[in-house]
C-alpha cells in the first residue's frame, strides 16, 4: 500500500468511529406518548361513533359530515403511532435521522386519537376547520412575538418585553382605531407602540450596559401599568370616543379561501394575518440568505469578529430591536382591532411569554418558531372547542392546556439548544 493510500484512508477511518452519541429522549417520548393514547383513548371504554365536520356549505367542494367508530378507529392510529415509535427508536440506535413526516404523522395520528376519544357517542360535530381557523388567529400574536424575539436575540439583545409590546400594541391601536373610525389606522399606529418600547430597552442595554433580562421585566411592568392606569382613567370615562370596537375586516382570496379545510383557515384572513406570512417568509429569507442577515447573526454570535470587518455592532442591535419592537406591536393590535375588541387591562395575558417559548422551541429559526407558536395556539382553541362540544375532560385542565404545553414543549422537548453566544453582553469597544 503506497503513502498516499494510507494517509487518504486515515481520517476516513478515524471518522468512522467517531459517532455521535445517542440519545434515547425522543424514542421514550414517542413511546410514552403512544401508550397513552393506547390506555386512555382505546383500552377505556369509549363507544360509539364520533362525527367530524370538514367542509362548510360557502366551500368549493363540499364534503359531508362523517362518522367513525371510535374504537376501532383509536386502534389503528394507536397502532400507528407505536409504529412510528419503533421506527424512531430503530433510527436512533442505528444513529440515523428522521425525517420530518415522522412528528408531523405522530402529532395528527395522536389529536385525532383525542377528537375521537373526546366526541364518542356525543349528538355534537366536531368542527375541524373551525378548530384549525381559531387556532391560527390564536397564533397571530405568538408568531409576531416569536419573529420579535428573533430579530433582537439573533443581533445580541434579549428581549423579555415583548408581553410589555404586545399590550403597548394592542392599546395604541385601539386608541388610534377608536379616534379614526379606522381599523386599518389603529393597526399601523401599534408598530409604534412596540418600536417605543424598543427603544427603552435597547437605549438601557446599549447605552448604560444595564442587564437586559433585568430591563425587560421592568418594561413590562412598566406598560403594564401605564395602559392600566390609562384605561382606568381615561378610556372606561370616554369609551364611546377612545375604545371603541373597531374590527379588521377579513379579505377572502378569491377561489383559494373556497377550497375546502385549507381555504377557509388560510386563505379567508385579515390583512393583519396576510402580513404574518408575509413576515415569516422574509425574515426566513433574509436572515439565512442575505448579507444583512449573515451581519446580524455574526453580531450576535461573536461581535468583536464583526467589529473587526467593519459592521457596526451597536448600531445594528439598535437597529434590530427597534424593528423586532414594530414587530411585537403588530401582532399586539391582533388583541383589540385584529379581533374586533375593546382595550382591557392585561389583555396579553402573559402571550409575549409564550411567544419566547416558541422562540426557543423554534431554536431562533422564524419556521421553528411559527410551527411552535401554531402548536400553542391549537392547544388554547382546542380546549375551548372541547368546552363548546361538552367534553368528559373538566374544564379547569382545558384552560391549563395550552400552558402545560408550553412548560412540556421547553423542558422536555427541545433538550439541549444553545442561543446566540453573546446575547445579554454589552459590546464595549
Not at 374544564?395 to 404545553?405: D, G, I, R
Request: net charge positive; aromatic share 10%; hydrophobic share 55%.
Amino acid at each position: 500500500m503506497s503513502v498516499a493510500t494510507t494517509t487518504t484512508a486515515r481520517p476516513r477511518e478515524v471518522a468512522e468511529t467517531v459517532l455521535r452519541p445517542i440519545s434515547w429522549r425522543w424514542p421514550v417520548i414517542y413511546g410514552v406518548l403512544a401508550l397513552a393514547a393506547l390506555v386512555f383513548f382505546t383500552i377505556l371504554p369509549s363507544g360509539g361513533d364520533t362525527a367530524f365536520q370538514l367542509s362548510r356549505a360557502s366551500d368549493l367542494v363540499a364534503i359531508p359530515n362523517f362518522s367513525l367508530p371510535s374504537t376501532a378507529t383509536n386502534w389503528v392510529l394507536g397502532v400507528l403511532m407505536l409504529g412510528l415509535a419503533g421506527l424512531v427508536t430503530w433510527a436512533t440506535a442505528r444513529r440515523r435521522r428522521i425525517g420530518v413526516w415522522v412528528p408531523i404523522v405522530f402529532g395528527i395520528a395522536f389529536v385525532l386519537a383525542f377528537l375521537t376519544w373526546v366526541g364518542a357517542g356525543r349528538s355534537t360535530v366536531i368542527p375541524i376547520t373551525t378548530l384549525l381557523q381559531g387556532a391560527l388567529a390564536l397564533s397571530v400574536p405568538l408568531v409576531f412575538g416569536a419573529m420579535c424575539g428573533i430579530l433582537c436575540e439573533r443581533s445580541g439583545i434579549v428581549n423579555i418585553a415583548i408581553e410589555g409590546q404586545l399590550l403597548g400594541g394592542a392599546f395604541l391601536a385601539a386608541v388610534v382605531g377608536s379616534l379614526t373610525s379606522s381599523a386599518y389606522l389603529g393597526m399601523i399606529a401599534a408598530p409604534i407602540a412596540g418600536a417605543l418600547v424598543g427603544v427603552l430597552l435597547v437605549f438601557f442595554a446599549v447605552r448604560y450596559w444595564v442587564d437586559q433580562i433585568i430591563i425587560g421585566v421592568v418594561l413590562n411592568v412598566l406598560v403594564v401599568g401605564l395602559t392600566s392606569f390609562f384605561y382606568s382613567t381615561v378610556l372606561t370615562e370616554n369609551a364611546e370616543l377612545l375604545n371603541a370596537r373597531q374590527r379588521l375586516p377579513t379579505l377572502p382570496i378569491p377561489v383559494l379561501s373556497e377550497i375546502p379545510v385549507i381555504g377557509p383557515v388560510l386563505f379567508n384572513q385579515t390583512l393583519l394575518v396576510y402580513l404574518m406570512y408575509a413576515v415569516v417568509v422574509l425574515l426566513q429569507i433574509f436572515l439565512f440568505r442575505s448579507r444583512w442577515g449573515l451581519r446580524v447573526r455574526a453580531v450576535g454570535e461573536h461581535p468583536k469578529a464583526a467589529d473587526t470587518v467593519g459592521i457596526k455592532v451597536n448600531r445594528t442591535r439598535v437597529r434590530n430591536t427597534i424593528l423586532g419592537g414594530a414587530v411585537a406591536g403588530l401582532g399586539g393590535a391582533f388583541f383589540t382591532v385584529g379581533s374586533g375588541l375593546a382595550f382591557g387591562k392585561e389583555m396579553s395575558a402573559g402571550q409575549g411569554y409564550i411567544a419566547l417559548a416558541a422562540m426557543i422551541l423554534g431554536k431562533w429559526n422564524p419556521t421553528g418558531a411559527v410551527a411552535a407558536a401554531l402548536l400553542f395556539g391549537f392547544s388554547k382553541n382546542l380546549g375551548n372547542v372541547l368546552s363548546t362540544i361538552g367534553s368528559p375532560v373538566p374544564s379547569e385542565f382545558l384552560l391549563m392546556l395550552p400552558y402545560v404545553v408550553t412548560i412540556f414543549a421547553v423542558a422536555g422537548l427541545v433538550g439541549r439548544v444553545r442561543a446566540p453566544a453573546a446575547e445579554n453582553i454589552p459590546y464595549i469597544k
